[in-house]
């Protein structure tokens, strides 16, 4: 790998920042714009590289991880992305959980990305807090567009192929099921449960000691049908819409079944609107 010398007569290639199995990611200055970047290398025999290159090529804006140039035909196909100062969600969350007024803004800002992505045709397929960078400011970016898929095309997607982080994964993406932009929005709200509670969703439960909106919203995001699931843009506007932010205290947990049933039979039905809205999907 070099590290040393020039990469396409000039960019410099330094450190390693982090590596997986499919590809590595080291620092790297262009020497003609005089800017840092980050620099990927796609290890031989790599699949998909041309699609993640096109997908990142594609997206345009503050919440995804831009992408200045590539050449995913050169002996090690590479991309040349911006560098985001920071760290990763994960290492924020294994630092301790995260307040509801922090859930509630990095919500509405992973979802607008994602909303971003899907209007261009793209699911992400691997949402989760080690693909989410924090900037120095917490700005969250949506980085690992590695698995990314076209949401109008089957012929990205082999036969049995199953996409996405087992953790992570929606029960569609599990059982082999359609790739759509719902798989992204249950990733989404498994991440803001594990942030509020500070360990991985293995299977969704909303504690009950949320104010009951957000209770109602991250129930439906992580609803196991995906129809029954908001859009990404949907949360956009239902988390802001929430109201101000509000720790309840913690009570003795009740069944989050029992717990849904009773408060959603007692709003006025002039309240209840869209299924998720009413809390329909936690069922």
């Known amino acids: 790998m070099p590290?040393?010398?020039?990469?396409?007569?000039?960019?410099?290639?330094?450190?390693?920042?982090?590596?997986?199995?499919?590809a590595?990611?080291?620092?790297?200055?262009?020497?003609?714009?005089?800017?840092?970047?980050?620099?990927k290398f796609f290890r031989p025999g790599t699949r998909r590289v041309h699609d993640e290159i096109r997908a990142l090529a594609r997206l345009s804006h503050p919440g995804v991880i831009g992408v200045f140039d590539a050449d995913p035909a050169a002996e090690v196909p590479y991309a040349?992305?911006?560098?985001v100062e920071g760290r990763t969600l994960h290492d924020r969350v294994t630092a301790g959980s995260l307040n509801v007024a922090d859930v509630r803004r990095l919500g509405a800002a992973l979802a607008d990305a994602l909303a971003h992505v899907h209007s261009h045709g793209f699911?992400?397929?691997?949402?989760?807090?080690?693909?989410?960078?924090?900037?120095?400011?917490?700005?969250?970016?949506?980085?690992?567009?590695?698995?990314?898929?076209?949401a109008d095309s089957a012929c990205l997607r082999l036969a049995g192929q199953i996409f996405g982080t087992a953790a992570y994964q929606a029960p569609e993406q599990s059982h082999g099921g359609e790739i759509t932009?719902?798989?992204?929005?249950?990733a989404l709200g498994l991440v803001l449960l594990e942030c509020l509670t500070g360990r991985p969703q293995a299977t969704p439960e909303v504690p009950d000691d949320l104010p009951f909106d957000l209770q109602r919203l991250l129930a439906a995001m992580t609803a196991p049908s995906a129809?029954?699931?908001?859009?990404?843009?949907e949360c956009v506007r239902a988390l802001p819409a929430l109201g101000p932010p509000t720790l309840i205290a913690p009570k003795p947990r009740r069944p989050r079944a029992q717990v849904s049933r009773a408060r959603v039979s007692a709003m006025p039905a002039a309240n209840r609107g869209a299924p998720w809205q009413t809390g329909r999907c936690a069922s």
């Not at 590290?3 to 499919?22: I, K, M, N, P, Q």
């Not at 932009?181 to 249950?186: G, L, R």
């Open 123 to 150: 699911v992400h397929c691997a949402v989760r807090p080690a693909t989410v960078l924090l900037a120095d400011d917490n700005a969250p970016r949506l980085a690992d567009f590695g698995l990314a898929h076209l």
């Open 24 to 39: 590595e990611v080291r620092r790297g200055r262009d020497t003609v714009l005089a800017r840092d970047v980050a620099i």
């Open 181 to 186: 932009p719902a798989v992204d929005v249950y």
């Open 80 to 83: 040349v992305l911006e560098r």
């Open 3 to 22: 590290d040393t010398t020039l990469l396409a007569g000039r960019y410099e290639v330094g450190e390693l920042l982090t590596a997986s199995g499919r």
């Open 227 to 233: 129809s029954r699931r908001p859009t990404a843009q």
